[in-house]
């Protein structure tokens, strides 16, 4: 599984973006889809997940600002990002698992990246 994002770029305070990601498999419906981002010198961190069976998470500082979406048939996990700040200046990486995200695990829980298989080169967002 290749996954490529893209949609990433430089943006002032308040504006938005749209990240795409497309994954070349043959469907991405089995698959538990999510956004990870990495900003300098800190760890990555669960941004935002979507499970096959359409159950989503996001963390916290991101709540109420940033979407996230799938279209099987496309094989497209996109995330649309409104209000951005600042502090979500990162490397935003797509990633693709067989594992799920279901209650009680979040985007959250601790080491929810080793739930995913796949990942994506990744594409910078810039927020100023």
């Known amino acids: 599984v290749q996954l490529v994002e893209s949609g990433g770029g430089s943006v002032q305070v308040g504006g938005s973006l749209r990240l795409s990601c497309v994954a070349s498999?043959?469907?991405?419906?089995?698959?538990?889809m999510g956004w990870f981002r990495q900003a300098p010198g800190k760890e990555r961190e669960g941004v935002a997940a979507?499970?096959?069976?359409?159950?989503?998470s996001y963390t916290d500082s991101v709540k109420g600002r940033f979407t996230i979406s799938r279209d099987n048939a496309a094989n497209t996990l996109t995330l649309q990002m409104n209000n951005l700040k600042p502090e979500d200046t990162a490397v935003y990486f797509c990633?693709?698992?067989?594992?799920?995200?279901?209650?009680?695990?979040?985007?959250?829980?601790?080491?929810?990246?080793?739930?995913?298989?796949?990942w994506g080169q990744g594409t910078q967002v810039t927020v100023s």
């Open positions: 990633a693709a698992g067989l594992g799920r995200i279901v209650p009680p695990i979040t985007i959250m829980t601790m080491r929810v990246d080793q739930l995913f298989d796949y």
């Open positions: 498999v043959d469907t991405i419906g089995r698959y538990c």
């Open positions: 979507i499970d096959s069976d359409g159950t989503i």
